[in-house]
């Protein structure tokens, strides 16, 4: 089955800077990579994502970026504010075949 | 357009007992899957449900089972409770074959005692 692998575990950037969260997958045949941000006591909400005939997706100031052949793929948030602070989930799965599969999640912390 | 609901809330069980947890799909969804959020962990994927059949399952043991009913909503059951299923479970539901996307419900958290 598939397996995400998700770095670092916790991230502190000062407010205004950028952060970067990245995950790898093994099974070759994913090809929906969407990224969630669930805050304390919530449900995960979808941030934004991307599918494998696509290698990068902005949406304001959230990207994401996919490498198939590496099987790796990263979030990136610039200009971070206070509200970004979360728990931000990656995960991949064949669309329709199967459910999701998660990362560990990355505890990010935006310090003013 | 409705959100994911799900019911109840929280529920406190004791060991051996059985549960039956419920989820109402976002209009227009077709799927519904199940997830276990142990705290501090990413969601584990339970299952799938696509048209009132089975079509995904992740590594639980058969004691999980579920059904989708015709309106799309789901049940997910869990008999022989263990403590180790105490658990935030979400319920998260999809549109296949039109649009990518899951929608999670805000769970139900399960305290076994």
């Known amino acids: 089955g598939e397996n995400v692998e998700q770095h670092p575990s916790t991230l502190s950037v000062q407010e205004g800077d950028s952060a970067v969260i990245k995950c790898t997958y093994s099974?070759?045949?994913?090809?929906?990579f969407p990224w969630y941000k669930q805050e304390l006591g919530k449900r995960p909400q979808l941030i934004i994502d991307?599918?494998?005939?696509?290698g990068e997706k902005k949406d304001q100031r959230i990207a994401v970026t996919l490498n198939k052949t590496a099987k790796h793929f990263s979030l990136h948030i610039t200009e971070t504010q206070p509200e970004d602070s979360a728990v931000y989930f990656c995960?991949?799965?064949?669309?329709?075949?199967?459910?999701?599969?998660f990362g560990k999640g990355t505890h990010l912390i935006i310090q003013p | 357009e409705t959100g994911v609901t799900q019911s109840p809330t929280h529920l406190i069980k004791t060991r051996g007992q059985q549960v039956t947890l419920r989820c109402s799909s976002q209009?227009?969804?077709?799927?519904v899957s199940w997830y276990q959020q142990a705290l501090g962990q990413g969601p584990q994927f339970i299952f799938q449900?696509?048209?009132?059949?089975?079509?995904g399952r992740g590594n639980f043991p058969p004691r999980f089972s579920g059904l989708q009913f015709p309106n799309y909503s789901s049940e997910l059951n869990v008999n022989a409770l263990e403590l180790d299923d105490s658990a935030l479970y979400l319920c998260?539901?999809?549109?296949?074959?039109?649009?990518?996307?899951?929608?999670f419900g805000s769970g139900t958290r399960l305290t076994v005692v």
């Open positions: 209009s227009g969804h077709n799927t």
């Open positions: 998260a539901s999809s549109q296949m074959g039109r649009s990518y996307g899951y929608t």
């Open positions: 449900y696509y048209r009132e059949e089975e079509n």
């Open positions: 099974d070759s045949a994913s090809n929906y």
């Open positions: 995960a991949a799965s064949v669309w329709g075949a199967d459910g999701l599969t």
């Open positions: 991307i599918r494998s005939n696509v």
